[in-house]
């Protein structure tokens, strides 16, 4: 019996952990070593990380497993996109890094798209449109902080901003590096079109490198800090979802979906390369790098934000409930009373999520939801109606027939969820594993240090390693029904 161990570093962004996972003839075993609380905090009007307090963290969870003697080959950090660090070599940070929701860039996306256009952005990176995406941060820093960005000499997303604190090599993984919308993923380089066109300093691109690679060992700092001695730090997917897709237990073929179910619900397919066209730009569908030189051709959609804001209001008020009380309560309450459009511009940063759920009904001519029963089941509800008009969608745009849905992720947990989304899309769900992310980011270290062989092994791997639940498509006539009331709710 052969065995290695690896450490996954995965961030969101409301927590973050620390997952020891060990491969012991080609099955993987996660143990949680070390959890912690993440969030942005609100500074003089602005929305900031405090990445070094979530580098502290890791480093904890780090010295956990030193303390333990386990010998381990290699480590790697995994966190979402768009948001970056901007540093020089004297200066670890030269700025508190914005939060991705973070209101700056309204007016530099509405330039940009006056300025250049959504065709010739488009056509250079093939990545929707969102206002939170990295090139509108940047351009607000050139027009708001251009003393900042005079003494940066380079800018590295989160995760591999943490891999670099790590080992001291700052480059950016290509999986992070597609969701800037300054990537070009057909000459799998940096848009140097999009560079000039929005006069970004050229100097602040790092050297890109594929999923994957091995960037070097821990820095001296590093392993007086932790214990933890001859360990590799690797660029996996750096992007949480690019990781997550790499561990979704589908079978070779090409009838499935995937969908990453968190914070954001991102739901897509796998290609062998990017689908760029006039069709996708106007339906604003996304492709992003994926491990081997395959695109996610997704959609990027607001996820399970709508219930953990709508929580966070509900604690604010004294109503202390989890995540499976919470469901519990939308089981029990009524079917269809009322559905919302998820991605409507106004749930995207609300100042209190169920008040602006209720005025969306009221709008629409619904009953307004009243307890966290009812709120809970209008958030289920319309996320699934959500998923089935993307998926619909999908198939158009790629020309497959998608029987199978794959559900990842901490969203994978919710049965009611899971059922709702067979249900409204009318085909086969398959739920699991939760801890996709952590996986995809260890078994990526695997393929790295040698232990596996290809994404087709990992995937095996991931099907010998974990249960996954199945869901099958129920009550079709009421959902057809609701699918009818849901494509007339876009204001």
Not at 208 to 218: E, I
Request: net charge negative.
């Amino acid at each position: 019996m052969t065995s290695r161990n690896y450490i996954a570093c995965d961030l969101g962004a409301e927590s973050g952990r620390v997952i020891l996972g060990t491969l012991v003839d080609g099955r993987v075993v996660l143990e949680e070593i070390h959890r912690f609380p993440n969030g942005a905090s609100r500074i003089q009007g602005s929305l900031r990380w405090n990445v070094l307090g979530i580098f502290e963290e890791l480093k904890a969870g780090l010295q956990k497993i030193a303390a333990r003697g386990v010998s381990v080959s290699s480590l790697s950090v995994d966190s979402w996109g768009v948001d970056y660090v901007l540093f020089n070599e004297r200066q670890p940070m030269v700025a508190l890094p914005y939060q991705y929701r973070d209101s700056r860039t309204a007016k530099p996306y509405e330039m940009a798209l006056e300025q250049v256009g959504r065709e010739k952005i488009f056509a250079e990176t093939g990545i929707q449109f969102m206002t939170i995406n990295t090139l509108y941060h940047l351009i607000a820093d050139v027009q708001e902080n251009p003393d900042v960005l005079g003494i940066a000499d380079q800018f590295l997303t989160i995760a591999d901003y943490l891999n670099y604190l790590f080992c001291g090599v700052a480059s950016a993984e290509v999986s992070l590096a597609s969701t800037t919308q300054m990537y070009n993923p057909v000459a799998r380089q940096w848009s140097t079109e999009l560079i000039e066109q929005f006069h970004l300093p050229k100097r602040l691109f790092p050297k890109l490198v594929d999923s994957g690679t091995r960037l070097g060992p821990l820095t001296e700092e590093v392993e007086l800090n932790t214990g933890l001695r001859g360990v590799q730090t690797i660029a996996t997917c750096s992007h949480d979802t690019g990781a997550a897709v790499a561990a979704v237990p589908a079978e070779p073929g090409e009838d499935w979906a995937y969908l990453s179910s968190g914070t954001w619900s991102l739901i897509g397919v796998e290609l062998p390369e990017p689908l760029i066209n006039e069709q996708v730009l106007e339906q604003n569908f996304t492709n992003e790098a994926g491990f081997g030189g395959t695109t996610r051709f997704l959609k990027n959609i607001v996820g399970l934000w709508l219930l953990q804001e709508s929580r966070r209001a509900w604690l604010r008020q004294g109503v202390k409930l989890d995540y499976t009380q919470i469901n519990d309560l939308a089981e029990k309450s009524e079917p269809f009373r009322s559905i919302i459009h998820p991605d409507d511009a106004r749930f995207m940063s609300p100042t209190d999520m169920p008040s602006t759920i209720a005025d969306f009904c009221r709008e629409t001519e619904q009953p307004a939801p009243e307890t966290p029963g009812q709120f809970a089941r209008c958030i289920f509800e319309s996320l699934a109606l959500l998923y089935a008009d993307k998926l619909d969608s999908i198939q158009e745009l790629t020309g497959r027939t998608i029987s199978k849905l794959h559900i990842v992720g901490g969203g994978s947990q919710s049965r009611l969820l899971n059922q709702f989304a067979a249900n409204a899309t009318g085909r086969s769900v398959f739920a699991g594993p939760v801890e996709a992310t952590a996986i995809g980011n260890l078994l990526i270290q695997a393929i790295s240090m040698g232990d596996l062989s290809s994404l087709a092994e990992l995937r095996a791997s991931v099907r010998d390693s974990f249960s996954i639940e199945t869901f099958k498509s129920e009550n079709s006539a009421e959902w057809g029904n609701a699918r009818q009331r849901f494509a007339g709710l876009r204001m």
